[in-house]
């Protein structure tokens, strides 16, 4: 079973339109952890960068411009896809793991595409494993207590320690996630084991 838990930085929401800037990553096979990865890269000269994406992740377009070049990092990425995956064996993928997982996979799908690069599929299961589902679900109890469901409220909500200064950080925000993705776990299992041992069921 290989997990690798991701998240994206971008200029912005749409995929078509906008650009990824940032692409941070963990690697786990048999829920060990392997290997970790972090790409910052300039978009594509076509990408529309959005300021208010970039206040968000706190650094200038002038900055983002000096990154590495999108098929650099497209080269690094496949290089450690590889190593895990067998892009020609269809039983052979990744889980990808994130917190709001479907945005993340729709930019980076349209990103393997602007690298001319059209197997996105060949190295990732579908549908993604999203954090914020599983979480929504082990804390459906409690919803009501809990002011948004953001990743950052979501981690603080279940006593996990967040560092503000490195939200929006690709591979900070990719180890929150598999830290939630942990904890949900856990309260989904006890759940499941509480109503194997109810002798009324």
Known sequence: ?????????????DPKKHGVIEVAGLVEVNDKAVEEFSFKMRPFPDDVID??????????????RQW?????????????????VDRYEKTDKFHWVGY????????????FK????????????HPPIDVMILAAYALRMERQ????????????????????????????????????????ERRIADEVIA???DTSL
């Not at 079973?1 to 912005?12: A, L, P, R, S, V």
């Not at 070049?69 to 496949?78: A, D, Q, R």
């Not at 690298?115 to 990732?124: E, L, Q, R």
């Open 1 to 13: 079973m290989k997990h690798i838990f991701i998240d994206t930085e971008t200029t912005g929401t």
């Open 51 to 64: 300021r208010e994406a970039m206040k968000i992740h706190g650094v200038t377009e002038e900055e983002v």
């Open 68 to 84: 590495l070049p999108p098929v650099k990092v497209h080269e690094g990425l496949i290089e450690i896809l590889t190593r895990y």
């Open 100 to 111: 709001n997982a479907y945005f993340d996979v729709d930019m980076m799908r349209e990103w």
């Open 114 to 125: 602007k690298n001319n690069d059209k197997y996105f599929g060949a190295w990732f299961f």
């Open 145 to 184: 207590r809990i002011p948004n469901f953001t990743q950052v409220t979501v981690a603080e909500h279940l006593g996990i320690t967040i560092d503000k200064e490195k939200v929006h950080r690709a591979l900070y925000d990719a180890k929150v996630a598999k830290a939630i993705f942990r904890q949900a």
């Open 195 to 197: 109503a194997l041992e």
